[in-house]
């Protein structure tokens, strides 16, 4: 068995841990409406993903479910938000696409608008608050690193969007909080997915879902200029690459553009 | 036994819970698989499921742990992902398999130390026995295989490259005029081979292969050692990476070591703070070289 086995290995490993955090949160929530999406949306998404790695399938989803749920999902536009929305879309959950409109401009590799058109996914765009705008001028101001709290800011406004709209699931593109942490109810009905890290999806396999063929660039607008402007958030860049790429979301080749971009920023 | 390892369980999930709430941090859930304590070295080893649950375990700074530490009354206090044990075992075990493949008469204790291995946590070593010789390839990332070679009982003798000279401190060693890293294995290989030894250990990339009749083991990667392992063999932390390019002089290409960093990663036997560091203190190094 080469290293490509022990990847295999790794992803059936997670998946084995998602599936017991469903089924423990299954437990919890019997015959309630969170118990009702795990059955309907989530766990047929695992089924998928479970089948599709015996048979080697790549990219094919098979399981059409018309889970009769009001599922969100995330997308920036970047690679793994899209292959999110792709994989839940063909998973029968019938999607809703929420994006939100940051103040810095998105640098987004895939065009959200084109892809939904194309897969019949109606597109929600919310736009961006007063705490953005602070965040962008305190974040030059200061000099820190960006990414977690614009995260929580972001993950803060959608929770409130999903709340209101009375949605049951909402799906993010993170593929780091795998196993046990790839799923939560939070509050209300509403049960957050980390997709990706729920199916033990890699950024080869996101490109391969989104048919995306080009050249990724690590981070968005604001990132890059908080690069220039205040060196030293380069490493915590850095590290989060590594972070990636250790818990084997990323491969080697893509780790090594990255950490070389963000170096000569 | 069972049930004293559920209670300690119990207690660290709700000692971690409870100091993770004293942080501000919200509630997550952490899947412990098991513990074990090894009485020996007073050192308590849990095991989690994967890395997000090692993560929320060790907390912001290592915080958690610490405060986890002070509770449990233990010396020392190691987090491991069951996940990385899994793959650390099946490497291992295809290892043993690459062993077998040789002829090699002194390879036996090898393949011990790497059954042994199988059962890490905690950590055996075989009874040292006497044996033959094994050459060792003197370079910083390799000073712990040397231990482990020594402990485990073979004769050892250092082959230095000819074209590469002990520094005054003994530790690392520097060649002139610069080269790329492992250029210097090819000459160490025929200095091996010259006097008849057929057993070298090496930091390779591949953990067995053989060079006509000398098999080289790189025992670090055999035995699937992390960055942690090799700093608890040493008993003290092993040189970083930065250090070889400082050594090595200007000549030697960044890329090179970036490219061993990340491979180093990306296998599990780095982690990514530890190749940060290394990442940045190569940096650094590459400027002080430039203003020299």
Redesign the interface.
């Known amino acids: 068995m080469g290293l490509q086995g022990v990847d295999k290995l790794v992803k059936k490993h997670r998946l084995a841990l998602a599936t017991k955090t469903v089924h423990n949160l299954l437990e919890t929530h019997k015959e309630t409406r969170i118990g009702e999406t795990l059955e309907n949306c989530v766990i047929p998404m695992l089924e998928w993903r479970l089948a599709s790695l015996d048979k080697e399938q790549g990219d094919t989803i098979g399981v059409e479910t018309g889970c009769g749920k009001k599922v969100l999902v995330a997308c920036s536009g970047g690679v793994d938000s899209t292959a999110s929305l792709i994989v839940a879309c063909k998973a029968g959950l019938n999607p809703v696409a929420i994006t939100l409109k940051l103040p810095w401009g998105g640098n987004s590799p895939v065009n959200l608008e084109k892809l939904c058109k194309e897969f019949g996914i109606p597109l929600e765009t919310l736009g961006y608050t007063e705490k953005h705008l602070e965040l962008f001028e305190d974040v030059q101001q200061r000099g820190y690193h960006p990414c977690g709290r614009c995260h929580s800011l972001l993950v803060e406004e959608l929770y409130s969007y999903a709340h209101n709209v009375g949605a049951d699931l909402i799906g993010f593109g993170n593929m780091l909080p795998t196993g046990t942490h790839s799923i939560r109810v939070v509050g209300g009905n509403l049960v957050h997915v980390n997709i990706p890290a729920l199916l033990a999806l890699d950024k080869c396999e996101a490109l391969a879902i989104t048919g995306f063929t080009g050249r990724l660039d690590y981070g968005c607008n604001l990132l890059r200029v908080i690069h220039q402007k205040h060196r030293r958030t380069r490493w915590v860049s850095i590290q989060r690459v590594f972070r990636e790429l250790r818990a084997g979301c990323i491969d080697a080749k893509m780790a090594e553009q990255f950490i070389w971009d963000i170096l000569s920023a | 036994m069972k049930q004293e390892t559920d209670l300690r369980k119990q207690k660290i999930l709700r000692l971690a819970e409870e100091t993770r709430k004293k942080l501000g941090m919200r509630y997550?859930?952490?899947?412990i698989v098991k513990t074990i304590h090894d009485k020996e070295k007073d050192r308590l080893y849990i095991i989690v499921?994967?890395?997000?649950?090692k993560t929320?375990l060790i907390g912001p700074g290592g915080l958690v742990a610490a405060k986890l530490k002070e509770n449990l009354g233990v010396k020392t206090l190691t987090v491991v992902s069951?996940?990385d044990l899994?793959?650390k075992r099946?490497?291992i075990k295809?290892h043993i398999k690459l062993l077998s493949k040789t002829d090699q008469p002194n390879v036996e204790p090898l393949k011990k130390l790497c059954r042994l291995e199988l059962f890490y946590p905690p950590r055996r070593v075989p009874q040292p026995e006497k044996l033959g010789q094994i050459f060792v390839h003197h370079c910083p990332n390799n000073l712990a295989s040397e231990k482990l070679a020594k402990t485990l009982g073979y004769k050892t003798t250092g082959v230095i490259s000819p074209e590469t000279e002990l520094n005054q401190d003994g530790s690392i060693y520097t060649r002139k005029p610069p080269i790329t890293c492992g250029e210097c294995f090819t000459s160490v290989v025929c200095s091996v081979k010259k006097v008849g030894g057929n057993l070298l250990l090496a930091n390779t990339r591949n953990p067995v292969f053989s060079v006509e009749d000398l098999l080289v083991v790189n025992l670090a990667k055999l035995l699937w050692l992390t960055r942690e392992d090799l700093h608890e063999i040493l008993g003290r932390e092993p040189p970083p990476c930065w250090a070889r390019r400082a050594s090595l002089g200007m000549g030697v290409g960044t890329h090179l070591f970036?490219?061993h960093i990340?491979?180093d990663?990306?296998l599990?036997l780095l982690?990514?703070?530890q190749?940060?560091r290394e990442?940045?203190g190569l940096?650094r190094c590459g400027q002080a070289c430039k203003k020299a």
Do not use: Q
């Open positions: 997550t859930p952490i899947e499921g994967d890395r997000p649950d929320a069951k996940l899994v793959v099946r490497m295809e970036v490219r990340i491979e990663v990306s599990g982690e990514p703070n190749a940060t990442i940045y940096t």
